[in-house]
């Protein structure tokens, strides 16, 4: 228990309160760098503080005198453990050696068996006196511990000033830290020269609880020891995405490793200078963009062989109350994505190829050669009437002939018109389409009509879709053509769930579904639908017209056989 009581103690007590709170902070996130040595720091200046405030309580000569010794013990410790905090700090722990770590524990260990054992030799104090406050009459080493300790002090500040020019990021808390480090050192000047300057508490005191408030400004303002801000920093040090930070102006103002790779150019040559002249071959980045949504999607960068595709991401940055602050822009590269995609759609387009083939040889089978056949028979049963003398009977049989003929030839000219649409449709299938409903209602008279939503238009159905989808719309209007006797066949292409439905409906004749499904033009559309996994659906009634619903999916299965190959 003290054996005064006064008002000078209060704030005393509450430096030791508060540097007490201070380490137990420190402690609970030792894990941090810098965190234990900061720890143990505010823990030495808890008892420094609370020694200084027992000294002044103290009645007798001889119990200030103790205290003021208690006060000196700790001056060592709290100097060489300010300083490993100052390197764990500023990430120079590989400064704390063996060696290093030998020299500052002797420092300590002499200066305190130096102090322990003062009555014996006197190389610390010579004599003291108190009036109020003690003063005393320093030994030779005295002299040579605060020399050490002075220069000890001062190597913390050309480091702090070291990662205050170094590291940005840094500046604001190692200015706070700074400030702090000036006043503690003033004051461990005053202490060693016994300068005790007018004011209305003792200079020390102010100056430890000014020291104390600049590190809580610090830690708790810019949080130098939660992982969380340190975590994000690394992150975006380490993130594959290119970041760069643009003022109002476009500016860059800030970017990570990977953007400076991107853009080939370090973070200190180009920061400040507008985004425009780092990336003059970048068009969609020459003007400043918008909002998210007139944001391209991706831009592309380099030429030759080092050119790269990146998708952006775009996000204004705005303050609590809206205030335009600058724009985020992210980088990704997706040049691999891109090539495998091309190279995906490379096989789809073989593969659909192969398949379209063998559909092709199964109609030419089915069709043109069963044609020939019969138009062959034709010729025969003609020549064996020729040679009986029948000639009214030839004459019939060389007019059937002549029709077949005359179909045959109609279906090979149909024949090489749809083969020569496919092949236009690999390019732009919507626009090929347009073009061969406009020469097919030429050829035949009858009018169509296509309707296509906008989402199609734009990012098209994929060549696997569209080649099967192109062979329905053609393999559905020869039968208009041939059977329906129809005036308009509507075409009409929609989003379904999954996927893509194309309906072809016409005003035709119609016919019988209980009669007649089995012919070749049906099986074949179904067969086409099915095998890529769709759906096929027909619907039609005697004068009520035809109506073909199929559905694709969006990502269509091929199943190829080997007698699809080679039929």
């Not at 063998?358 to 003609?382: F, G, K, N, P």
């Not at 929609?494 to 016919?511: K, M, S, T």
Request: hydrophobic share 50%; net charge neutral; charged share 20%.
């Amino acid at each position: 228990m003290p054996d005064q009581f006064t008002l000078d103690l209060l704030p005393r007590f509450a430096t030791a309160l508060f540097a007490t709170g201070l380490a137990i902070f420190g402690w609970r996130r030792r894990a941090v760098p810098g965190a234990l040595p900061f720890a143990i720091l505010m823990a030495l200046e808890a008892l420094w503080a609370g020694g200084t405030a027992l000294q002044v309580s103290a009645r007798t000569e001889s119990a200030k005198i103790f205290w003021f010794k208690f006060e000196y013990f700790w001056q060592g410790p709290i100097i060489v453990v300010g300083l490993c905090f100052v390197l764990q700090f500023a990430r120079l722990s590989w400064c704390l050696n063996r060696f290093t770590l030998g020299l500052l524990s002797a420092f300590i260990l002499s200066g305190s068996l130096l102090i322990l054992t003062n009555d014996l030799h006197h190389a610390i104090w010579l004599d003291f006196s108190a009036d109020g406050m003690v003063y005393s009459l320093r030994g030779v080493g005295s002299l040579f511990l605060n020399g050490i300790g002075l220069g000890l002090a001062l190597l913390n500040l050309p480091i702090l000033l070291w990662l205050f020019i170094r590291s940005p990021q840094h500046r604001l808390p190692v200015a706070f830290i700074l400030c702090g480090q000036l006043a503690v050192r003033l004051v461990y000047l005053f202490w060693i020269t016994e300068i005790n300057p007018e004011m209305p508490t003792n200079f020390d005191l102010f100056a430890v609880n000014f020291s104390s408030i600049m590190y809580v400004i610090a830690l708790f303002g810019f949080r130098i020891f939660d992982p969380i801000p340190m975590a994000r920093r690394t992150v975006i040090e380490q993130m594959r995405e290119g970041m760069i930070v643009l003022d109002t102006q476009w500016n860059i103002v800030d970017l990570n490793v990977a953007a400076e790779k991107i853009l080939g150019a370090s973070a200190a040559r180009i920061k400040g200078r507008a985004l425009s002249q780092i990336v003059a071959a970048a068009p969609e980045l020459r003007a400043p963009i918008g909002d998210a949504q007139t944001a391209p999607s991706e831009v592309t960068l380099g030429t030759g062989a080092a050119t790269r595709i990146y998708a952006l991401h775009f996000s204004p940055l705005n303050d609590a109350r809206g205030f335009s602050l600058g724009y985020l822009i992210l980088l990704h590269d997706v040049t691999k994505q891109k090539r495998a995609q091309h190279q995906l759609v490379e096989q789809q387009r073989v593969v659909a190829t192969l398949e379209e083939r063998a559909r092709l040889a199964r109609e030419l089978h089915d069709t043109l050669v069963q044609a020939t056949a019969s138009i062959r028979m034709q010729a025969e049963t003609a020549n064996v009437l020729l040679a009986r003398g029948d000639t009214a009977t030839t004459r019939d049989c060389l007019a059937r002939l002549a029709d077949m003929a005359h179909d045959t030839h109609l279906d090979l000219r149909e024949y090489i018109f749809e083969t020569s649409a496919a092949r236009a449709a690999e390019e732009n299938f919507f626009a090929a389409l347009r073009a061969y409903l406009a020469q097919f209602s030429q050829r035949w008279a009858i009018q169509t009509r296509l309707r296509v939503p906008a989402e199609f238009e734009q990012s098209g159905l994929g060549i696997a879709v569209e080649t099967q989808l192109l062979r329905i719309i053609q393999e559905s209007l020869a039968n208009v053509r041939k059977h329906s006797s129809a005036h308009c066949a509507q075409i009409v292409f929609a989003r379904a769930p999954n996927g893509v439905q194309l309906c072809i409906e016409d005003d035709g004749c119609g016919f019988d579904l209980a009669r007649d499904v089995s012919g070749f033009g049906i099986r074949s559309m179904r067969e086409r639908a099915q095998t890529f996994g769709g759906a096929f659906e027909i619907q039609s009634a005697p004068g009520k017209g035809t109506r073909i619903v199929v559905t694709m999916p969006d990502d269509p299965k091929f199943v190829i056989r080997h007698s699809d190959i080679h039929p």
